[in-house]
């Protein structure tokens, strides 16, 4: 058993293309009008394990039962990856992670099985 008080934050990669970069702005402008987050910069191509353009939004645990729901409800058809930060990124991005819309392939061979490799 894991315990989720391991669970120091969570991260949410917004992906997107050309055709969907101006709903993903959208819903950038949306989140920070309504959530204390921190605000990842804009990746228009694919970096670390992720296979396209994304941002990331940052956020603490006590937001998890706010923000997850207002991301499944207006992600305006955008895949989004929701996972936690345990200090296990392998794991945090693959087997405790959770998808809206397409599962992207990520680049797991090089995400470190713990955060003190």
Avoid: C, K
């Amino acid at each position: 058993m894991i315990d989720p008080a391991r669970i120091t934050e969570y991260h949410a990669h917004i992906y997107y293309d050309a055709v969907s970069r101006e709903r993903a702005a959208q819903l950038r402008a949306w989140i920070q009008e309504r959530f204390d987050v921190r605000m990842g910069r804009w990746h228009d191509i694919p970096v670390g394990p992720h296979p396209t353009a994304m941002y990331q939004i940052a956020f603490t645990p006590d937001q998890f039962p706010t923000l997850a729901p207002f991301l499944m409800m207006n992600r305006m058809g955008l895949t989004v990856l929701l996972h936690p930060e345990s200090g296990r990124p392998r794991d945090d991005h693959t087997l405790n992670a959770m998808w809206m819309g397409e599962i992207l392939p990520l680049r797991t061979s090089i995400l470190r099985e713990t955060d003190a490799e």
